[in-house]
Every structure is written in C-alpha cells, then in structure tokens.
C-alpha cells in the first residue's frame, strides 16, 4: 500500500471518527435527557407520584428520535409499596421537539410493566378532593401509549397477565381508541376495546359515542354503547345498553344506568338484564360492590353472602371469572337510603344453590 493511500485512508477514518463523535454529542445536546426526565418527575410530582429510573436516561436518533427508560419506579409520595414497575421504557420524540419546539411526547412504550392494584387504590383514596364546582381537566395525551408483557397483581396475587395494551392520543373532540388484551389467573383470555370522544362541557367531563366490546375466552361476550358524565367524585352518571352472549346459555339484553350520588343516596347502579332463564332488575351501590367482589377473591377462604343493593334477580345458571352460580333467586330490598360510601344492609331471600 502506498505511502499516499495510506494517508488518504487516516484522513477518512478521521473524519469518520469525528462525524461520529460530533453525532454522540449532537444527540446529546438535542435530546438533552435530562430535560424530559426532569419534566416527566415534575408531572408526577403534581399528581402526588414519585418516579425514580434505575439510570440515567439515555438518547438514541435512530431509527427515529427517542429516550431509553431503564428500571421505572412509580410510587404514591411517601409510600414504600410501588404502583408500577417496569423494566423498560421509551419515549419517541418529534423531530420538531429536538430543534427547540414544544416539548412533547409522540409514542409511549412500556415492557413489563407491573401495576399493584392495592397501591393504586391507596393513592386514588388519597387525591385531594377538588373544590365544588371546580371544572375537571382531559389529561391531554398527545402521544399513542404502547404496553406489552404487563401483569396487574394485589400483593403477591397475579390477578391479570400478559396484559398488553394500545391506544391512541386522548384530546378532547377527538375519539379515543383502547385495545386491551390479558389472560386471568385462571388462563382464561380477555380482550377488551373501547372507544369515546372526551369533552369538556361547562363543569362536566363527557365520554360521548361509548362503544365497548369485551370477549372471556369463547363463552362470555358483551357489547355496549352510550354516554357517560362526571363533574368530580361520585358526581358521575352514565347510560350503557347492549348485548350480553354466553355460551350454552343465549343471548341477553342488558343495561346499565349509574346515577350520582347525593346526600341522601350513594352512587348507584341500576343494571337490568333480561333472557332466556336470567333475569335481573337490581340497583347497586358500586362502591359496596367492589368490596363484596373483593371478599369474594378473599384467600381466607370466600366470605358468600348476598351482594349489596335493592330489586331482584333470577338465575337458572351463570359462570364467570371462576364463580359458578346455579338456582339463586334473590329478592332484595333497602329501607331507607345509604350515605355515599357505606354499604347498605339487604333482606334477602337465599339462593337455592350457590357454589364458588
């Protein structure tokens, strides 16, 4: 190799070795991860959160500009149990973004993350009531958000795995598109789709066009649509009609009406169901509901008693999320309205057969 080439092969390396430096630096500089690491904590510090990585952020511009998230960490301030981890994370970016434009978040993706239930409760009960009256705010999300290989657990317990979820950006007027997959602690798949259009319209949040369709493995089938409002707290109501299919037992028509609560009656949740052998016209307290589920699931051993709420039931057969239901006709009444929150005591008439 001559003296020449070999100069003119330096010189190449060189500046090779130098346009790649001068890249290093420049995504550095343009990404500047520092910056929306601190902008993610400070969002999570409004909302009561503390977000913590395992390191640094760090940049990448190909193929498209975006910011790796090593170990997340997501937990209620002051708390110790987290409300979600992850292995992995990543932030896309707008090219505007890099060259001093907004400071926005095109694509959210998460791998593995793995959301305690419990820890997400305590800090929901914990949010500050806002004041009456005050507007409620869309969390505009500009970005699509990308979850896979989640798990949703209560302590120890794996309630949902596999969970993997994909949506669009949530802007007010604009429709908002969630598709969610999962498999239960049983094995049994869920999927679950839904769209609606947010507004904000004087002091109320609306979810208008509601159309949400949910499949359990082959047997069980739901689809509704409606609306729904919330103006803060339980000041909520919503109206869902459709079609419930189960298999070997028919199709049915149900409705879900919530009315808000006051200071006389709690939330409430009117539900009719109507079809060959099932029939129900029921009014529940959501709130007092969830824990009755809750004992339902209780590893103790399940804690059998009749669901809170008023009006009567009539099931020949039903299954689901691994209850099995045969011959319970229930006839419940409330003497006078519950405080919002508390759960109603019911006289009943018991079920001619009932078995978890």
């Known amino acids: 190799m001559s ?17 790649v430096l001068a890249a290093v630096i420049a995504v550095y500089l343009l990404l500047q991860p520092e910056r929306f690491t601190r902008m993610l904590q400070t969002q999570a510090r409004a909302a009561g959160l503390e977000l913590s990585l395992a390191s640094p952020a760090s940049p990448t511009l190909f193929p498209r500009p975006a910011l790796q998230l090593d170990g997340i960490t997501l937990n209620a301030a002051g708390a110790t149990a987290p409300i979600l981890l992850a292995a992995h994370g990543q932030l896309a970016l707008p090219w505007h973004t890099l060259f001093g434009g907004p400071t926005v978040i095109s694509q959210l993706e ?41 798990s949703v657990v209560r302590g120890n317990e794996v309630l949902l795995g ?28 869920v999927q679950l789709r839904l769209s609606a259009t947010p507004r904000i ?49 028919g199709q049915y028509d149900i409705s879900l009406r919530l009315t808000p609560a006051d200071q006389s009656n709690p939330l409430l949740l009117a539900l009719k169901l109507d079809g060959p052998a099932n029939h129900a016209d029921l009014k529940l307290p959501p709130l007092a509901l969830a824990r009755w589920w809750n ?8 804690q059998l008693s009749v669901p809170p709420g008023s009006g009567h039931a009539e099931i020949a057969s039903l299954e689901m999320a691994g209850i099995s239901i045969e011959g319970l006709t229930v006839q419940a009444g409330i003497d006078a309205p ?19």
């Open 295 to 302: 004992g339902l699931g209780d590893p103790r051993g399940p």
């Open 201 to 249: 319209e004087g002091n109320a949040l609306q979810l208008q066009d509601i159309t949400l369709h949910l499949t359990q493995g082959s047997t069980v089938k739901l689809a509704l649509t409606g609306n729904a409002y919330w103006h803060g707290a339980a000041d909520a109501e919503a109206s869902l009609s459709g079609k419930l299919e189960q298999a070997n037992a």
């Open 162 to 189: 596999s969970v993997s979820l994909q949506a669009g950006s949530l802007v007010t007027g604009q429709p908002f598109p969630l598709a969610l997959s999962a498999v239960t602690a049983a094995g049994t798949p």
């Open 3 to 19: 003296r020449r080439l070999r100069l003119t092969l330096l010189v190449l390396g060189g500046l090779v070795l130098a346009l």
């Open 338 to 356: 519950a405080a919002a929150g508390t759960v109603a005591a019911p006289a009943s008439k018991p079920a001619a057969g009932k078995k978890p």
């Open 110 to 150: 998460i791998d593995s993350p793995r959301v305690d239930l419990d820890a997400l409760q305590d800090w929901l009960a914990a949010l500050p009531a806002k004041p009456e009256g005050a507007p409620p705010n869309i969390p505009r999300i500009d970005t699509g958000v990308s979850i896979s290989h989640g």
